[in-house]
């Protein structure tokens, strides 16, 4: 586990950071939660499940057949999806609650980009946060007031009964795998609701969290490819080392696979 510290003037004045250029960070992680705000990109790569978070649900994107597995970060650390979760996107910073209820921005010192020849000033000559850490803030500020929406949205689609279990099993290269823990929009409740129900959700913003989970569904066979190219690349790792993916003859990477279908594309996030 990253260990993150509260950034201080005392602690940070003479320190710098540096922004991540790969995504091994994120390797083990089979889940990423998700807010309302990035749902509907998420949705056009992503496969998105609900996870229990207390008695309460949050939307995820899937990345992993098995704990401790991102099958989106390649081996080489580049992320293979069109779109990446907000989660990250801040990394090595966070946002922490502390006992005082107040919200600090923390960063992580272990993270390798905290020292004190690396390019962006915690702090500017005034002593004043600097302008990339302020950027930063305001990101994860933004983030965490749309957890709060995305809470709210999910309490109303268990509220109305639409949140049921969704056992996965995905064929792989290396067999079958079943995923458990994971739940889904029930589609046929919810096409059957009455104006009362949906008007609830609708003042909730439920609906389009539930159209996007249901619409994510259609990536989930993905896990499967990317699981076998994963496979492969272990295979060839002792012959081509430190190669990400199967290779094509020119000696590219070979993600062709990944476009099958006409949902993905390679842009920005």
Known sequence: MPQYQAITKTDFANLRWKRYTDYRFAAADTLAPLVVQELAKACMTLPIAFIPQGEAFVPAAVQGLQPGQNLWVSPDGRWMG?????????????????????????????????????????????????????????????????????????????????IQPWPVTLKSGQGEKTVQGLYRIDEDRLNGLGAEALQRLQQAGALSVAYCQLLSMQHLQMLGQLAAAHANANANAQAQSQQALPTTPSGEIDLEFLNHGGTLSFGAH
């Open 82 to 162: 069109a779109y990446t979760p907000a989660m990250y996107r801040a990394y090595p910073f966070r946002l922490a609650h502390t006992q005082s209820g107040q919200w600090v921005l923390c960063v992580a010192t272990d993270s390798g980009m905290v020292g004190e020849d690396h390019p962006e000033p915690f702090f500017d000559a005034q002593g004043e946060p600097s302008e990339s850490v302020k950027v930063v803030l305001h990101f994860l500020q933004q983030v965490q007031a749309n957890r709060a929406v995305t809470e709210r949205a999910c309490a109303a689609l268990q509220a109305e009964g639409l």
